[in-house]
């Protein structure tokens, strides 16, 4: 209801300085009115349902049925309709299509297969600038650095500082940088007592590091994205699959479409593989493992019962997370929690051996995990907790005092900035951007506090992904049950129950990360968007149970859900050619104005 509200009287509450509504005003309202129908169908779905049938039941409904039914018959009886009908029976005749066909979960895994196949197509022609085979270089290229100085036994890169650099009096002061003529240095490298060293987590590097004997030229950090990124979407796509069958195997097999396109081409994650650079590789790298352990954790407590070598798996990944993107930790701590909770219940809460051998399963990679970690911090800087972020030289996002970079007084902004800001739209190709934030963007009730940066382009989940406004739904119906006393019996309910609150707790804690931040930027999102894609596939399979008694509603979901992932497909494609450096028109300038005068129609 507050969208409607702001973007009916946004003119008026000094919002929007044009009187005439714009795309983002009128985008802003539909985003509204999706989320207050959603959330009334939440909560009041029972009287709907009734409501509808006594509309069903009148005698105005039956005779637009009958108009409907006569309007059908016409349409049936065309030529052209019996030729795509009779197409589309002798495709069903081809006996692979038929064996898909006649098991549910398999045209479901068809459905993502096929859809995990066209994402990664697609990121293989974003980042080869169209080409499909030539990799265009980029400048980007810190783990390969560092597992260099690993390869040679030390923990600081083989580059060293210049002189000028650690001559200075503070030189992690961009403006005493600045003013030094001629000063060449590591962007964005930690600098410590005269050495290099990198604040993001090592674990690509040791990969990297592992397989550099077998490579004779320097690894990019894009090599790695690509990996991470195309890893990610199976690992979504397998999840997605594990939940349908446990939960809701009756859910339509093309159901699984649209959340993993809705995923994988979404503003967020195309923007990493648009912009290749440490950067994305730590953020790509870090769901990867976080969504991987996730994954483990589903199939390790699924059956009712533990499964020692998955939660092992999962401890693993949830390690390897941390140690790509130490900002995970706090999420991780959450998941780690709630799996010995569920692990304590399912025991029927009792200590016993196999409780107890299923937490050292999951216990022991993450503890070895931590201490090498923490040795890592410690022989670095000398505390085990540093990752060396304080160090970093780069520029006003690091203010003076290093208890600034994180603050509650950026939560109104950040929250603003993550959850609503619009895309922008022009006439000109690619016609949708993700605005660079300037002080005239922001609304009147949001006053900026002191040392807040946003130099960085960033869109808002619900303006730029409406696929994933379903992922509210979950939650509500969750706390419904609460509020009613409704215990679940099954215990594939108390399951999905539990993987509910999981899943809403993660999501929770990776985005209150982000809210205390000094600075929004677009990447950041990509940390929640693989977990709210999970939740918003559960509350769509939850929203078509409850309607099941309903089919106008019901449709009328689907219908929602189709036209949500479509926009969100397009907004993530058409921000995607405008992303960071510009990949395509930079590298294939020949491709990308033709599509521009394709587009254009000029």
């Known amino acids: 209801m507050g969208l409607i509200i702001l973007g009916v009287f946004a003119y008026s509450l000094g919002l929007d300085h044009n009187p005439e509504w714009g795309r983002s005003r009128i985008l802003m309202v539909l985003v509204g009115c999706g989320l207050s129908i959603t959330m009334i169908l939440a909560i009041s779905w029972t009287k709907v349902i009734g409501v509808a049938r006594r509309v069903a039941g009148s005698p105005s409904f039956r005779w637009l049925i009958q108009c409907q ?5 016409t349409i049936q009886h065309s030529p052209t309709y ?42 293989t022609w974003f980042i080869t600038a169209g080409t499909l085979t030539h990799w265009f270089p980029y400048y980007s290229h810190y783990y390969d650095l560092l597992a260099q100085a690993f390869q040679h036994g030390q923990l600081h890169l083989l580059q060293s500082p210049p002189t000028e650099l650690t001559s200075l009096k503070n030189p992690y002061d961009y403006r005493e940088r600045e003013a030094q003529t001629g000063l060449s240095y590591l962007w964005d490298a930690s600098l410590y007592q ?40 199976v690992i979504v796509l397998l999840l997605l699959l594990a939940m349908r069958k ?31 650079a440490i950067y994305e590789t730590a953020i790509a790298g870090g769901q990867f493992f976080l969504i991987g352990g996730l994954a483990a954790a589903f199939q390790g407590l699924l059956k009712g019962k533990s499964t020692p070598i998955w939660l092992f798996l999962a401890g693993l990944c949830w390690t390897f997370s941390i140690g790509t993107r130490f900002n995970l930790v706090i999420a991780v701590v959450i998941f780690v929690v709630l799996v010995i909770w569920r692990l304590f219940q399912q025991m029927g809460r009792k200590i016993n051996h196999s409780f107890i051998s299923a937490v050292l399963a999951l216990g022991i990679p993450l503890l070895l995990g931590g201490a090498i970690l923490g040795s890592y911090n410690f022989a670095r800087f000398g505390n085990i907790l540093e990752t060396g972020h304080r160090y970093q030289l780069t520029g006003p996002a690091l203010p003076e005092n290093y208890a600034w970079v994180t603050s509650p007084r950026y939560i109104l902004p950040n929250l603003y900035s993550y959850l609503l800001r619009p895309l922008t ?50 939650p509500i119906f969750l706390i419904c049950n609460a509020l009613k006393n409704r215990k679940e019996s099954a215990v594939e309910n108390r399951f999905q129950a539990w993987w509910v609150l999981l899943l809403t707790s993660g999501s929770l804690m990776l985005l209150g ?19 709210l894609t999970l939740l918003a596939a559960l509350g769509f399979w939850q929203a078509r149970v409850r309607l099941k008694n309903c089919p106008l509603l019901c449709g009328s979901i689907t219908v929602l859900l189709l036209a949500a992932v479509l926009v969100t497909v397009i907004f993530g494609v058409l921000v995607g050619f405008s992303t960071g450096d510009k990949r395509l028109e930079t590298n294939n300038p020949a491709l990308y104005y033709q599509i521009a005068s394709w587009l254009s129609r000029q």
């Open 69 to 73: 039914q006569v309007l059908l018959q």
């Open 82 to 123: 019996r030729f795509l009908i009779g197409l589309e029976h002798g495709f069903r005749r081809i006996p692979p299509v038929s064996w898909i066909e006649a098991d549910p979960s398999r045209e479901a895994a068809a459905y993502g297969i096929t859809s995990a196949v066209l994402v990664i197509l697609i990121y």
């Open 194 to 233: 005269g050495n290099y060293y990198l604040y993001w987590g090592p674990v690509p590097a040791a990969i990297l590091t592992a397989i550099k004997p077998l490579l004779a030229v320097p690894v990019e950090d894009q090599y790695l994205l690509y990996m991470f990124s195309c890893g990610l979407v």
């Open 246 to 276: 446990a939960f809701f195997p009756n859910a339509p097999g093309w159901s699984i479409a649209p959340f993993l396109l809705g995923f994988g081409l979404a503003v967020p994650v195309l923007w990493l593989v648009n912009r290749p």
């Open 425 to 474: 739209f022009e006439s000109g190709f690619p016609f949708v951007f993700a605005p660079f934030v300037k002080e005239s963007m922001w609304p009147f009730f949001i006053h900026l506090p002191e040392h807040y940066y946003y130099s960085e382009p960033v869109a808002g989940l619900f303006p730029a992904i409406p696929v994933l406004l379903t992922a509210i739904l979950p």
């Open 513 to 531: 990360t982000l809210l205390l931040f000094i600075s929004p930027s677009m990447r950041y999102l990509a940390d929640v968007v693989p977990i």
